[in-house]
């Protein structure tokens, strides 16, 4: 049975043209690890009111929690949660759910999302700075364009402490970028060619984790290595 909490939208902000942020307020007690999601249960005509988002901020002691939202102009949750909610509204917010849960350990992490598949990565990447752990981390973010990529100061700053290897890649640059261009297939295969050992964690729509994941298993990465959550 889920468990359903009312909570206070604390904060609301746009995070790029089409993906916003919410900041909720969320009970310490009501524990957390990286990669787990929630479900909020909308006030939506339809049969299914309940829609699914990945937490995007640290399992944390403060009482909230922050999501990343993507409009799906089409959708019937979106449009209400860009339209109709904002500081003050309060939504009914599941307990955290599922299994693809980033764990504590030694080896490598390769994390590798498009969009708002970066959200449990986020919390992942905050609760191993805040609880100091040495851990390799090495995120593979794909979006369209430079605007499209979320928390990028985030990244960057986490780079210049050499406390993450980030690799973005963007499959509509503008001429001035000089990274990467193309999707994430362009990045991973090198990456793991030398890195047998390494876990990969995949998130988002499933075009971009199903293509990924079985060209990591044709490179010879085995299940154990493979751990993934389709939005879709
Ligand atoms: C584990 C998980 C985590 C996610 N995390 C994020 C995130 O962090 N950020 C983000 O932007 N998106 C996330 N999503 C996607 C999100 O749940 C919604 O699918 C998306 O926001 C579109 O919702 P919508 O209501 O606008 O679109 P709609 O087209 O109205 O609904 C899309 C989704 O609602 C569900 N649904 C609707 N109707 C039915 C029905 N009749 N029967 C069964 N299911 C139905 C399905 O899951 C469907 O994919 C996540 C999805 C999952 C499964």
């Not at 787990?36 to 699914?52: A, E, K, Y």
């Not at 191993?128 to 990529?149: A, K, P, W």
């Not at 985030?154 to 193309?182: M, N």
């Amino acid at each position: 049975m889920d468990t359903w909490y009312q909570c206070e939208v604390l904060e609301r902000k746009p995070l790029s043209n089409s993906v916003i942020s919410l900041k909720l307020a969320y009970a310490a007690s009501h524990t957390f690890l990286p990669g787990q999601f929630v479900m909020l249960d909308l006030p939506i005509s339809g049969d299914f009111s309940t829609r699914s988002y990945s937490i995007a901020s640290a399992p944390n002691t403060e009482g909230w929690i922050e999501l990343c939202i993507v409009l799906k102009q089409d959708g019937a949750g979106t449009p209400y949660l860009f339209e109709d909610v904002q500081a003050g509204s309060v939504l009914k917010v599941s307990d955290a759910q599922g299994r693809f849960i980033i764990e504590d350990g030694e080896e490598p992490v390769c994390l590798i999302s498009t969009g708002t598949g970066i959200a449990p990565f986020r919390s992942f990447i905050q609760h191993v700075q805040n609880r100091g752990i040495d851990r390799e981390v090495h995120l593979i973010f794909g979006n369209r364009t430079e605007s499209d990529i979320l928390y990028e100061a985030e990244w960057s700053q986490l780079v210049e402490a050499g406390k993450l290897s980030f690799y973005p890649v963007l499959s509509r640059a503008s001429e001035s970028w000089s990274g990467v261009k193309g999707y994430v297939h362009e990045v991973y295969p090198k990456l793991a060619e030398s890195n047998p050992n390494w876990i990969f964690y995949l998130c988002g729509w499933s075009t971009m984790v199903k293509e990924t994941k079985n060209n990591l298993k044709a490179l010879g990465f085995s299940r154990k290595q493979l751990k993934f959550e389709l939005y879709d």
